[in-house]
DNA sequence: TCAAAGCATAGACTATACTCTATGCTTGTA
DNA sequence: TACAAGCATAGAGTATAGTCTATGCTTTGA
């Protein structure tokens, strides 16, 4: 598909994409049977991927750690074992994110708390 | 005390901390028996305020939130009722943000089972 | 007492992640 | 076939959150 049906699917604007995609997260492929364009074709499977980048930027995560993580995890060179390795080190992270997600929520329970005793 | 004392005692850079007193976030006052400067004091119950403004930036709240509800916990205009509303959304949206990253978690774990399937 | 360290304000600079504009070529449709 | 819509690259502009520099006054300690 082009780009502006990627752009559709996936509910990223075209601008973004090419921003992703110079910044490298993923990359399209020009059809080379046709000679008399440069138009790139991106592949099905880039919907599911960008859905994901999607996600862990909406988690925090920046860009370059999500070029590094797919790189790995998209690697061809990698071993299955090192693939995995990249994959738990970020569930790990992920893991120590939500504790401090409910640090922060015992911090506002507390403080309703205080309100409740007029200590606010 | 003082800005530097601030500093040392919250790990936050003097920097930092005026760019934060002037986005509004907190405020120190200028000790008014002492007239050949204008040093501002800060409070003893700053620590725990800057902690907070630590850990939800951590979490990827913006400055902006985090002003919106420091302004609203410690508005002394506002009705107890209001102010726990205002924590209350802020505990709900730490909820569906836990969600989110549980959602992540489980697309990379799905991830790993794609690898050790030979998939990727 | 005087120099270093600390305080204050103001403004310039940086990084990240877009977002938009300009320009030019290609494709598809009335 | 003409022209709007789509594609591409390049580069400028924006917002957030710092981070750093300049300047000048004040305090403190050898």
Chains 1, 2 share one sequence.
Do not use: P
């Not at 502006?4 to 049977?33: A, C, I, M, Q, W």
């Not at 991927?49 to 750690?65: V, W």
């Not at 929520?105 to 309100?115: F, R, S």
Request: with cysteine.
């Amino acid at each position: 598909m082009l780009i502006s049906e990627l752009s559709k699917r996936t509910g990223v604007s075209v601008h973004t994409l090419r921003y992703y995609e110079n910044y490298g997260l993923f990359k399209g492929e020009n059809n080379k049977t046709v000679k008399t364009n440069n138009y790139k074709q991106y592949d099905e499977s880039l919907i599911e991927k960008i859905q994901l980048i999607k996600e862990a930027k909406e988690i925090g995560f920046t860009l370059s750690e999500i070029k590094d993580l797919l790189e790995d995890w998209f690697n061809h060179q990698l071993s299955e074992e090192k693939k995995i390795q990249a994959l738990e080190a970020k569930i790990i992270e992920i893991d120590s994110k939500i504790t401090q997600f409910k640090r922060v929520k015992k911090m506002l329970i507390e403080g309703i708390q205080d309100v409740k005793e007029g200590k606010c």
